[in-house]
C-alpha cells in the first residue's frame, strides 16, 4: 500500500536523519515530493536508489512511484477553507541549460509545479535571495532564509525546491485557561514548561507499549501524539511502518484528560549524509545520471538542504517545510476520561487523514 510504503520512507529517514536523540522534525511529505521530482529526472541508477527509497525502502518491492505521487497529490487538497495549505514544487533553473520538454510536463502536474530561471552562473547570490523570498511567501515567513550564505556556488547550475506551509485550528481547543507550568521529564530531568489541557473526547488507545491521543483539526488534518510507556529510544527503534500504521488507525473514540505541552520546534537538516546512508549514492556523484532534466553532462546532485517549522498551542497547529536539491555542473464512551499526560519525550506526526500523507514528524525532547 502506498501508505504503508510512505510511513516506511517516513521512519527510515527520520532514523538517518535524526540519530543522537535530540528534537528533531522534518517534512516527509516536503522531501518526498522533492526527491519524487529528482526522480523523475533522473534515469538508470540514479533513478532506481531514489525510487527504492520513496517506494521501496531497500524490500526488493516494485518501486513504482505513481501510488506515491498520487497520494502526495490527494494530500495537496483539503476539505475545508477553514485551514489553509499551500504547496509549491518549482525548478530553479540557470538560461545557460536546456530542460526538457518532458520534465517541464511532468513538473506541470505536480501540485503548485512550475519553472523559474535563476542568475546561478553569473550571480549566485542573487539566485539566492529569489529562491529564499519564494520560499519565504509559500512559508508565510515562517522560512525566510532556506539557502545560507554561500550555499549556491557559480558551478550550480539547477535547484528543485519544494516548500510547504500548513495551518489549522482543532476541532475542539484546549482552553486558554487551563494552560499552566508542569514538569516535563527530559534527559537533563525535569523542567517545568507550558503544559495546556483538555478533556474531550478523541481518537485513543494504549497498545504495543504506547499510548495514542489523536486531535482532529479543520480540513481533515490530525495530530497523531504517540507516547511510549517507557523510555522513547527503544519504542522508537522499535517501531515499524505496520506498527505505526496500527498505532494510528486503531484509534478509538474515548474521553481522554490530555495534558500536552506547547510545541514549537525549528529545525534545519541537511540530508546528504541521510540519504547516502539510505542507498541515494550516485545522485551525489559525476556518474549521475539526470538527462530527464536537461542533456548537460556532468550533471550531479550537491546538497539537498531541508527546515521544518512546527508550532501547537490552544487554537491549533501551524507549520513549514523546505527542500531544496542543488544540482550542479563539473465510537463514544461513558466510562471516566483515560489520563494522557504526556510529561517526558514523544513523538508527533501530523498527517492528512484521507491519504495518510504525513506533512510532519517530530521527535520532541526539549519542548
Known amino acids: 500500500m502506498a501508505v504503508d510504503r510512505h510511513l516506511r ?3 527510515a529517514l527520520h532514523r538517518a536523519a535524526a540519530a543522537g536523540g535530540a528534537d528533531a522534525c522534518f517534512s516527509p511529505y516536503s522531501v518526498a515530493s522533492a526527491l519524487g521530482l529528482v526522480s523523475r529526472a533522473a534515469r538508470g541508477r540514479s533513478a532506481e536508489e531514489v525510487l527504492e527509497l520513496l517506494a521501496g525502502t531497500g524490500t526488493g518491492e516494485d518501486t513504482d512511484l505513481e501510488p506515491q505521487a498520487r497520494l502526495l497529490r490527494e494530500a495537496a487538497e483539503l476539505d475545508d477553507e477553514a485551514a489553509i495549505l499551500a504547496v509549491a ?31 546561478f552562473a553569473g550571480d ?6 529569489l529562491i529564499n523570498a519564494d520560499v519565504d511567501r509559500t512559508t508565510r515567513g515562517l522560512i525566510p532564509e532556506l539557502l545560507p550564505d554561500g550555499a549556491l556556488d ?13 495551518k489549522t485550528a482543532w476541532r475542539f481547543p484546549f482552553p486558554e485557561g487551563a494552560t499552566a507550568p508542569a514538569a516535563f521529564h527530559g534527559p537533563e530531568g525535569a523542567r517545568e514548561v507550558p503544559t495546556m489541557r483538555l478533556q474531550e473526547t478523541l481518537g485513543y488507545q494504549h497498545a504495543d507499549g504506547w499510548q495514542v491521543a489523536v486531535l482532529n483539526a479543520a480540513g481533515g488534518v490530525q495530530a497523531v501524539v504517540l507516547l511510549p510507556d517507557g523510555e522513547l529510544p527503544p519504542a522508537e527503534a522499535a ?3 505496520h506498527r505505526l500504521a496500527a498505532l494510528i488507525e486503531g484509534a478509538q473514540r ?39 532534466l536537461t542533456e548537460t553532462r556532468p550533471f550531479w546532485v550537491h546538497s539537498v538542504l531541508h527546515q521544518a517549522v512546527l508550532r501547537l498551542d490552544e487554537q491549533g497547529l501551524e507549520g513549514a517545510a523546505a527542500t531544496a536539491v542543488q544540482m550542479r555542473t563539473m465510537s463514544l464512551d461513558s466510562s471516566d476520561p483515560v489520563e494522557v499526560t504526556v510529561d517526558r519525550p514523544f513523538l508527533l506526526l501530523v498527517r492528512h487523514a484521507r491519504s495518510g500523507a504525513v506533512y510532519f514528524f517530530a521527535r520532541v525532547v526539549r519542548p
Do not use: C, H, M
Not at 124 to 129: D, I, L, M, Q, Y
Open 9 to 11: 520512507f517516513t521512519l
Open 154 to 166: 557559480a558551478d550550480v547550475r539547477a535547484s528543485i525546491v519544494n516548500a510547504l506551509y500548513l
Open 124 to 129: 549566485p547570490g542573487a539566485a539566492r535571495r
Open 239 to 241: 517501531l515499524d511502518e
Open 254 to 292: 474515548r474521553k481522554v484528560r490530555l495534558a500536552l505541552p506547547k510545541v514549537s520546534l525549528d529545525v534545519r537538516t541537511d540530508l546528504d549524509r541521510a540519504l547516502k546512508t539510505l542507498g541515494v549514492r550516485e545522485l551525489f556523484t559525476p556518474d549521475a545520471d539526470l538527462t530527464g
Open 89 to 119: 514544487n518549482t525548478l530553479w533553473a540557470s538560461d545557460s541549460i536546456i530542460v526538457e520538454d518532458g520534465f517541464q510536463a511532468e513538473l506541470a502536474t505536480w501540485p503548485g509545479g512550475r519553472a523559474e530561471t535563476a542568475p
